[in-house]
């Protein structure tokens, strides 16, 4: 056991790694976005995950307009520590669609199709 | 439903995009790593994982020289379509450590805590 510093971790040349958030209840895979490193510490000090928005370059809170927040309940390091992965409690769509989760276009087959329309 | 083509992607500025394994049994998050157009049609047309190698800039068809394999069950790609969720079907551990997860590593309560040891 010893101290997590996320300056520790290996950020691209942006300074921003990779965060993918699990649910916690059903373990599905909700999306992929960005930290730095004061983002990193923000989720954990606040248990309310807060990615940094590459479009808008400011922090994210997620679903601090949408309601749709993140609770944090377990933050994960990858064997390289350039990765991340959360499981979250996740109120409503974690998606800017309304779907559940950002991954709802399957194309195993070749084809697109689409596994979940937004939610009510 | 559409015609999947891998170059309708969006790849960062070294033409890659990152791919997330998942267990398609467990649904653990196993690990994330690259893909470049060509690793995606390859990993589409074969069912084996290939992932674009950045250190050794080259494809890394998974568990080639291990035999640590990743057949894949499904291909998914978010709202963005910068971003690959793979459902596969692991054989041995995913990561190079042994361990059955790249994840291994909790740090929500600020320390480092292993969560599991490399498998037999």
């Given at each position: 056991?010893?101290?997590?510093?996320?300056?520790?971790?290996?950020?691209?040349?942006?300074?921003l790694i990779p965060a993918i958030a699990?649910?916690?209840?059903?373990?599905?895979?909700?999306?992929?976005?960005?930290?730095?490193?004061?983002?990193?510490?923000?989720?954990?000090?606040?248990?309310?995950?807060?990615?940094?928005?590459?479009?808008?370059?400011?922090?994210?809170?997620?679903?601090?307009?949408?309601?749709?927040?993140?609770?944090?309940?377990?933050?994960?390091?990858?064997?390289?520590?350039?990765?991340?992965?959360?499981?979250?409690?996740?109120t409503g769509p974690a998606c800017h669609?309304?779907r559940r989760t950002c991954f709802y276009?399957?194309?195993?087959?070749?084809?697109?199709?689409?596994?979940?329309?937004?939610?009510?």
């Open positions: 056991m010893s101290d997590f510093d996320p300056n520790s971790l290996k950020f691209n040349d942006q300074g699990q649910d916690a209840d059903s373990h599905e895979v909700l999306m992929m976005a960005w930290m730095n490193a004061e983002a990193v510490s923000r989720t954990l000090e606040t248990a309310r995950v807060t990615y940094w928005s590459r479009s808008r370059q400011a922090f994210w809170v997620k679903g601090e307009t949408s309601g749709n927040v993140q609770e944090l309940v377990s933050l994960r390091v990858d064997c390289d520590r350039d990765c991340l992965l959360m499981l979250v409690k996740q669609t309304g276009t399957d194309v195993t087959g070749g084809s697109e199709i689409e596994l979940m329309t937004p939610m009510e």
